[in-house]
């Protein structure tokens, strides 16, 4: 096999779609770093399980987001006290489901399922299609139990994501969401 | 200026991207990289001189994008397909990352030498010689892996 060969298939030549529209709003917004989340926000607490959590709506988006990201509908989740982002969330332009990007540091698009939950780890986050999410915890070795951030996305997003805010400092035993009578209904067991 | 932006960005959205993924080692990171690389520039086409080419220009943005994308990411590593059950062997790593955005623009973006110096900012000499190293290097790997 040539070089060229093999460059070939390293990088695979796609049918792209041009999106010039989403070049022009974020050439109006200014560079990554001058961005600012001042757009329009609405504070709104979440299940009650996070009463310091606000989720704010504003449009247009941090650059993280995947390209296929819808940034007309964007969602942040941010802790007040530091402004650090926790989650952000958007619908998946020509798709039906949602892009993400989890702390900074993991991000992708999904397609939407009927049911089903998903856990990534680290950083511990996942996704859930059950609607009946409502909390969660994560079970470190020692036994304690640490909360999740829980957020339900609604309207195109129409999913629920959860994440833990810090690291853990070792691997977990078993991660759990609840509903709203906090029965646990799915578990996930680290062997 | 805007509408000649908007064109080369339509005429070559695939080998943009293409050699924005490959610097960047992630195809998300390498899309990522061309829309902020082209939204900078038409932010800043005031500033363009035109001293070079319009594409050459671009390219640079491009090229300067893709590695920021890299460097402030967590590591990734493009792994060729599998074929057949083996998965082709290319040692990238053995290349100098200068020699690495030569070969994908080359290659990738089908530019020529004085497209590649221009876009750069070095001279065709330097391109020839960089590539001629390359190739070597990548050659003589594939031949002891072969």
């Known amino acids: ?191 | 200026m805007l509408d000649e932006l908007e064109a080369f960005y339509r005429a070559k959205l695939p080998e943009l991207r293409r050699v924005a993924t490959a610097i960047a080692g992630d195809r998300e990171l390498g899309c990522e990289a061309v829309q902020e690389a082209f939204a900078s520039a038409v932010r800043r086409r005031r500033s363009f001189r035109g001293d070079g080419t319009l594409e050459a220009w671009v390219w640079r943005i491009v090229v300067n994008a893709a590695r920021d994308a890299r460097r402030t990411a967590r590591p990734v590593r493009l792994d060729p397909p599998a074929a057949n059950g083996h998965a082709p062997v290319l040692p990238l790593d053995l290349l100098t990352e200068r020699q690495r955005e030569l070969v994908f623009l080359r290659y990738y973006a089908d530019l020529d030498y004085a497209a590649i110096a221009a876009a750069l900012g070095i001279t065709t000499g330097t391109v020839g010689a960089t590539l001629n190293a390359a190739r070597r290097t990548l050659r003589a790997a594939l031949e002891e892996v072969s």
């Open chain 1, 1 to 191: 096999m040539s070089e060229l060969q093999v460059l070939d298939e390293l990088v695979p030549l796609h049918d792209e779609r041009p999106d010039w529209d989403d070049v022009l709003r974020r050439a109006r917004r200014g560079g990554p770093r001058t961005r600012i989340l001042s757009a329009v926000a609405v504070a709104v607490c979440v299940f009650g399980v996070a009463p310091a959590l606000a989720v704010v709506l504003l449009r247009g988006g941090p650059a993280r987001l995947p390209s296929g990201a819808d940034r007309s509908h964007v969602a942040v989740v941010m802790e007040p006290e530091t402004g650090r982002v926790l989650l952000e969330a958007a619908p998946w332009k020509g798709h039906d489901g949602f892009c993400y990007v989890a702390l900074s540091e993991r991000a992708g698009c999904v397609p939407r399922k009927r049911r089903g939950t998903v856990l990534l780890y680290p950083p511990l986050f996942g996704w859930s299609f059950d609607p009946g999410v409502r909390s969660g915890t994560v079970t470190v070795r020692a036994g304690k139990r640490v909360p999740l951030r829980v957020v339900h996305f609604g309207g195109r997003i129409d999913v629920t994501l959860f994440v833990l805010r810090g690291r853990l400092p070792v691997a977990y035993r078993s991660v759990t969401l609840r509903n709203e009578d906090g029965t646990a209904i799915v578990i996930f067991r680290q062997r």
